[in-house]
């Protein structure tokens, strides 16, 4: 890539980017803890997990402040405007994404103090996808890969289905026993919550489209094959 | 959008060096286009082609059509004065008549155009093309003091006047705020955003967020060459071509 004239602009950039990554980082590690701390009835990982969050905020709000000093001193235009207004609404999707790992990590919580309901199968596979769709996300804003982040798209149908799957399967537990309606409840907010992960990774992948090609994917109907 | 001015093929030489190859531009009535790129990429010899303002230096040729509503400016019997008075031009550094008063300055054009109204369609003429420059309250009570007697920007805005009083088609404009201040050039930008409802206006500019505020066409050129014409948000959001991108992202070599 052609670099800038401006060397300080070039740094500027390259620290956005940075941070970004170190943004997406510590929230793939609070989702990756919060659904251990689910997993192994680990109240202790849940509360330090909860007890981290400020760190996700305090990073959103510093790339923040950093996108808007960039769009008001440099006046970007072409590729760096499409980033640096990609990575101003990366960040609010991490942010959120860091605000499931706490509901995640309060579920738990919840769920450690009465007896399980069930081992969990389908939840760490669906924790697993969520994730490797959100660092897949992260990798094609790097690279500037559409094709990538277009993969993330399509893999949020896996997910979708999944979280179809858990409801059905907790609905007939619930249906038979009313006494784990409470549980069950507590475990299909964990889905649910996984479910928007994926959604997050999604319009991730969507901006990392629009950055790269400079057309815009959101809200069609179905995912188009190439951009 | 019907289309004022079409340029097919057009090269300019000085002397023995090329400094326009084959452009091929099309610009849209009524609207603003502006033409960015590099010092030396031939923005200010494509503009003066349009108006055989580049055939005036000695030792210079051009080539190709550059056709006004269809008809060539450069076919055989085409008389240049009148091709100039229907296509007008703003120069980068204000270059009001020092030795006339703001009224004469305004009205000189129609004398040079050989066009002698009444004095009372006189006096209309000069205050329509002050009131359309944005001048009028500011000089109205001092019409007959120096052309130079006012600020830089009113000076430009005088000029911007004496163009609009031979009431041109066409409004070239050469860099017209390079000389001037922020407060000056926001005048000349909105009045940019006026005119363009009456006129088609061409505007060369050495700021990119210039020509992303007043255009809605831009082209970009390069080494005498154009390499990206489109809609002014289309190439300042995601130009089509490498170039582009690097110039208006200031990554130029």
């Known amino acids: 890539m052609t670099v800038h004239t401006d060397r300080q602009y070039e740094e500027e950039l390259v620290d956005l980017r940075q941070r970004i990554l170190t943004m997406g980082g510590l929230v793939e590690k609070q989702i990756a803890n919060a659904v251990q701390a689910l997993v192994t009835r680990d109240r202790t990982l849940a509360e330090a997990t909860i007890g981290k969050d400020h760190e996700v905020n305090a990073l959103d709000v510093a790339i923040d402040d950093l996108c808007l000093r960039l769009l008001a001193l440099r006046q970007p235009a072409g590729r760096d405007l499409r980033f640096i207004t990609t990575a101003l609404k990366i960040t609010t999707d991490l942010e959120r994404i860091g605000d499931r790992a706490v509901s995640i990590s309060e579920r738990a919580i919840e769920l450690g103090t009465e007896p399980p309901l069930k081992p969990y199968i389908d939840i760490p596979r669906m924790a697993e996808i969520s994730l490797t769709m959100l660092r897949q996300s992260l990798d094609a804003f790097v690279r500037e890969d559409a094709e990538l982040a277009l993969a993330v ?60 090609k400079g057309k815009s994917i959101r809200h069609l109907d179905t995912i188009p094959p190439e951009v | ?103 004469d300055n305004v009205a000189a054009g129609l004398k040079l155009n050989g066009i002698r109204p009444s004095r009372d369609e006189l006096h209309a003429i000069v205050e329509q093309s002050l009131r359309q420059a944005a001048l009028w309250d500011e000089v109205k009570n001092s019409l007959h003091a120096s052309g130079v ?35 000056a050039t926001t005048k000349i930008e909105a009045l940019i955003h006026e005119l363009r409802e009456r006129y088609t206006i061409v505007i060369v500019t050495h700021s990119m967020q210039q020509a992303a505020r007043v255009s809605d066409f831009t082209a970009f050129m390069y080494l005498g060459r154009l390499v990206e014409f489109g809609v002014t948000q289309k190439l300042f959001t995601a130009p089509e071509k490498k170039e582009t991108e690097d110039y208006i992202t200031g990554r130029f070599g």
């Open chain 2, 149 to 183: 007697s006012i600020s830089g920007g009113q000076q430009q805005r005088l000029c911007i006047a004496r163009t609009l009083a031979v009431a041109p088609e066409v409004v070239l404009m050469d860099e017209p705020c390079s000389a001037l201040d922020p407060i």
């Open chain 1, 153 to 212: 798209c399509r893999s949020d149908d896996e997910v979708d289905t999944l979280n179809g799957q858990i409801f059905r399967e907790l609905l007939s537990y619930m249906i038979e026993d009313p006494k784990a309606i409470t549980r069950a409840m507590r475990v299909l907010f964990v889905s649910k919550y996984l479910e928007r992960i994926a959604d997050h990774a999604t319009n991730i992948g969507e901006m990392v489209v629009f950055m790269a």
């Open chain 2, 1 to 103: 959008m019907a289309n004022k001015l079409e340029v097919a093929n057009l090269k300019a030489w000085f002397g023995g060096s090329q400094a326009l190859h084959d452009i091929n531009l099309v610009l849209p009535e009524r609207a603003v286009t502006a033409i960015i790129g590099p010092s030396g990429c031939g923005k200010s010899t494509f503009i003066r082609c349009l108006n055989r303002m580049h055939e005036v230096v000695a030792g210079t040729r051009v080539a190709g059509q550059v056709l006004l509503d269809g008809q060539d400016i450069y076919g055989p019997g085409v008389d240049p004065v009148q091709i100039r008075g229907r296509i007008g031009m703003v120069f980068q550094r204000p270059n009001p008549f020092p030795t006339m008063s703001i009224f």
